[in-house]
């Protein structure tokens, strides 16, 4: 069992930046790979980064590539989210998710169904 839990979210204006930090608890969070998503009102939850358990492989999807940054800390059981250069069309809830399958593919990382654990959220709203 995992229980994650999200923070970091908040008010910016757009072009600014935020790092969303999602701590784990259990003691076998670096055997997990780890996601982020997001959910704006009236969208589905959308795959935005992947981490595998070891930091070697990541995964992004096009909206965010370039713009945000996955990062792990196993010794702190903790995952990030950096995110530049925000926009207004980035206002969500960001969630961070728990897989144990540690060999999937980007495309299998991809889909929330493929995730066993989910935090509660953390909201971020950009300004124009």
């Known amino acids: 069992q995992v229980q994650l839990v999200e923070s970091g979210g908040g008010l910016v204006q757009a072009g600014g930046s935020l790092r969303l930090s999602c701590r784990a608890s259990g003691r076998t969070f670096s055997m997990y790979t780890m996601g982020w998503f997001r959910q704006a009102p009236g969208k589905e939850r959308e795959f935005l980064a992947a981490?595998?358990?070891?930091?070697?492989?990541?995964y992004y999807a096009d909206s965010v590539k370039g713009r945000f940054t996955i990062s792990r800390d196993n010794a702190k059981n903790t995952v990030y989210l950096q995110m530049n250069s925000l926009t207004p069309e980035d206002t969500a809830v960001y969630y961070c998710a728990a897989t144990s399958d540690t060999y999937g593919s980007g495309t299998y990382f991809r889909n929330r169904i493929n995730y066993d654990y989910w935090g509660q959220g953390t909201q971020v709203t950009v300004s124009s």
């Open positions: 981490i595998s358990w070891s930091g070697g492989r990541t």
